[in-house]
């Protein structure tokens, strides 16, 4: 793998609105940045309230108009195909942008981002024509059937971590379903969604289908979330964004539906097959610099391999390379900003302070004197009441926990507000089974990490969210509406 960009890539600055690039109305931009190098990217028009109300129009007139209303399901299929292509003809490029305003090692982008977004992008191209109704035998004279039809507009908002996928999460199922969009990307990261408008434009989606309107989560967010002519918002961040975004859109009764926060636990068990579950759970908690939702941040170990597992996974985490994202041997990229980074390590003081044991990183680093970067981070002796064990740090920080048996492993994973997801480690398959069905999480991954399909729900329990992302089921609930009709057979 090249260790500079092998593409320069184009660098969008301005809102994507109507298959058309726009200004915002007010002028404002703001700055997005390189994080490894602190070098400004470009400075990118600042969607506002006028903008998102230009995009919600548009995206309303999309609805109206039959070219993508009437559209047939089959014609929305191949639109669907044809992006998946177009997104993979410029992968290089693409990764390369996601690279460079995330932080990210190249590896993750090019080699797992973008060919999950383009294999998301073709299993919702394959809903698109499968979005059926019923017909239902009733009482009477009646022929009654369901229609599945879109919501309308729906508002896609997406954080970060991985910017084009939590995009193409969203986007291509509820664009499968046929409602028409406005997708605003995180402030931090907005460039590889305005490539993502631009691309659904070139390959023939029709204006206002899809719209995107980079901007402050306070300014443009808010405004897509008030706004009396969305139907839908979709959101993947924060819990404490999500619990403000369920309170504002009650005020029109949006549907919403929430993938939140996680402090999942990584739970290892003393019979299973150490070498992969220290492989496994460095991965779960050191992939995308634990900038991951579903991070396995409380990584709970059988007393009787406690010792061992602690000296093996600090091991790992010194060895775990920080440095250049672009680079080939580089594993632990940089954080996605300064005030992340400040957050991260703010969490590694508190683990300190409350006694926890360093065995490996906390410290803050640079490539070449620059960039935001934190070594892997390991703590020991976590007690589950510390704040490192209970708050979603969202960093290369793991808090290794003891647990003395099954019930009592099972007690420590379910001790958390959260309930993304879950990871097991063991050879006793019927004892996997047991703690996958008592582990109260969206996904539960047995003997291995991270794992995502298109095809597969994602989403959480408890303040985790609900609603779920991904699978032919997941799409229908989530971006279809079912209507009742009624035809009187005897008259
Ligand atoms: P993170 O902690 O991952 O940054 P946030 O929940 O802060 O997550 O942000 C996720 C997305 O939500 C971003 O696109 C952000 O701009 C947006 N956002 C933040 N605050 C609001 C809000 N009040 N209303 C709507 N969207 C918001």
Known sequence: MPSTPSVTPTIPERLWIANAWADAAGGGTFATSNPATGEVLAQVAAGEAEDVDRAVRAARGAMEDPEWRGMSPHRRAELLWKLADALEAEADELATLETLDNGKTFFESRKVDLPSVVENFRYFAGVADKIQGNTIPVAGPFLNYTLREPLGVVGCIVPWNFPLSLAAWKVAPALACGNAVVLKPAEQTPLTALRLGELAARVGFPEGALNVVPGFGSKAGAALVRHPDVDAIAFTGSTP???????????????????????????VFADADLKAAVRGVSTGIFYGKGEVCAAGSRVLVERAVYDDFVEALAARAQKTT??????????????????????????????KEDGARLVAGGERTTVDG????????????????????????????????PFEDLDDAVRIANQTVYGLAAGIWTRDIGKAHRVASQVRAGTVWINTYNQYDSASPFGGYKQSGF?????????????????????????
Do not use: C, H
């Open 241 to 267: 964004v999500g619990k403000a975004i369920m309170r504002e859109a009650a005020e029109t009764l949006k549907k919403v539906s929430l993938e939140l926060g996680g402090k999942s636990p990584n739970i």
């Open 322 to 351: 920080v440095g250049d994202p672009m680079s080939p041997d580089t594993r632990l990229g940089a954080i996605v900003s300064e005030q992340q980074l400040e957050r991260v390590l703010g969490y590694v003081e508190s683990g």
């Open 370 to 401: 620059r960039g935001n970067f934190v070594t892997a981070t390991v703590f020991a002796d976590v007690d589950p009441a510390m704040k490192i064990a209970r708050e979603e740090i969202f960093g290369p920080v793991a808090a290794l926990i």
């Open 467 to 491: 609603g779920r992302d991904l699978g032919y089921d997941s799409a229908l609930e989530k971006y279809t509406q079912v209507k009742s009709v009624w035809v009187a057979m005897d008259r």
